[in-house]
């Protein structure tokens, strides 16, 4: 009974320490250090999600236009727990932003507006050593597109995302469950 019981303690302590990630949710790179796309990822935490967010104060929005783009942020499970625990993303996080082109003619809805199928396009922001002077790339996917490769670390999303992002180039603040577990942690 005793190695009953510490078998099944060690189990246990086995299951809550540190996991390697599934295979299937990590960065894939090819000998030209592309990003293979990432599949599945609809399964991953969505983490944020906004309706004609734009960067760029010289966009205004026209009368009688719809409200701009949908953008649905998504990360892996184990790099969101992992994340939750120490307030730091781990190395292999990825975020899969999917823009999707705004729409509103479905029944029985009398106005509003939802996103459109397929998706219009699709970024990853990747925490990989290397990949630039921050630790992360991002790379550009278009509608079937199975490989990309890093946007040049010259592009103004790099310093951007170094000088706006709440935290380690990631823009938690619009992300209400990372704002939370920031709020909380700096208790």
């Not at 894939?28 to 935490?45: C, D, H, I, M, T």
């Not at 790099?158 to 000088?163: I, L, M, P, R």
Request: aromatic letters at 14%.
């Amino acid at each position: 009974m005793r190695f009953f019981v510490i078998g099944t303690c060690a189990v246990a302590l086995l299951l809550q320490g540190p996991q390697a990630p599934p295979p299937d949710q990590t960065p894939v790179f090819n000998a030209q250090n592309q990003l293979k796309r990432p599949s599945g990822y609809e399964e991953w935490v969505m983490v944020g999600a906004s309706t004609g967010l734009s960067y760029n104060p010289q966009i205004n929005a026209q009368p009688g236009a719809g409200p701009g783009m949908f953008h649905q942020v998504y990360l892996q499970p184990w790099a969101y727990r992992h994340f939750k625990q120490t307030g730091q993303f781990p190395e292999g996080a990825m975020f899969v932003l999917a823009f999707y082109e705004s729409v509103r003619d479905a029944a029985p809805a009398k106005q509003g507006y939802y996103p459109a199928d397929p998706i219009a396009s699709f970024e990853v922001h990747v925490k990989h050593k290397g990949l630039s002077e921050s630790g992360w790339g991002f790379y550009g996917f278009d509608e079937g597109q199975e490989q990309a490769g890093m946007v040049p670390a010259t592009a103004a999303c790099y310093s951007c995302h170094a000088s706006e992002a709440k935290t380690d180039n990631v823009f938690t603040q619009f992300y209400p469950a990372m704002r939370a577990l920031l709020k909380r942690n700096e208790r």
